[in-house]
């Protein structure tokens, strides 16, 4: 139960911060910036009860990795997309709902960058929270929540920058995104970890 409960807290404040930084007024030009920070943060305040994985693209990949039980990763599915939406919900206190825009290239563009920026931070987390030779370290959350930053910069104006499926369903319940546009996030973001952590089995091994 505690891993649950540290699960639904990190995802919880990520989306929150999301949806303080993105919805008007006070949106920032380095909303990316404070979300990359967020993670990050939740990441060294929970990684070493949970994994720290607060996306359930990240616990499908260690899951495929191994280092995630079968019994565990509905649990840790249920924690995560109910944070998302109490966080939607605990913003109507705070802000009006976003306005949600266009996907400005089309679904087939944001399908592939957050795909590949799924991908990018599972990989991340893989290799720095579950490799062997990175065991120990003390850079993982700054490494995993920099890469979301960097992905949300790179093609943010792509696709909104999700590389998650709970904050996807938690940007939608904002009314940052359409529901039509949900299934691009979760096909591209369980994909990008499905992929991701047979790739990094491909690279190591059965370490």
Partial sequence: MK???????????????????????????????????????????????????FNPAVSLAARIRGRLSSADLIPYWLAQFAAAVVAAWVMRFIKLPGAASALP??????????????????????????????????FYGLAIGMTF????????AVSGGAFN????????LMG????????IFLVANFAGGAVAAITYKLVNGDE
């Fill in 3 to 53: 891993k649950y409960l540290v699960e639904f807290i990190g995802t919880f404040f990520l989306i929150f911060t999301i949806g303080c930084t993105v919805i008007p007024p006070n949106v920032g030009a380095l909303a990316p910036l404070a979300i990359g920070a967020s993670l990050m943060v939740m990441i060294f305040a929970g990684g070493h009860v949970s994994g720290g994985h």
């Fill in 105 to 138: 290239i089309g679904w087939k563009a944001a399908l592939l960058v957050e795909f590949l920026f799924t991908f990018a931070l599972t990989w991340v987390v893989l290799n720095t929270a579950t490799a062997r030779g990175t065991a120990g370290n003390s």
């Fill in 149 to 156: 930053m960097t992905g949300a910069f790179a093609v943010g």
């Fill in 165 to 172: 499926p709970a904050v996807a369903l938690g940007a939608t």
């Fill in 176 to 183: 940052l995104s359409t529901w039509a546009n949900l299934w």
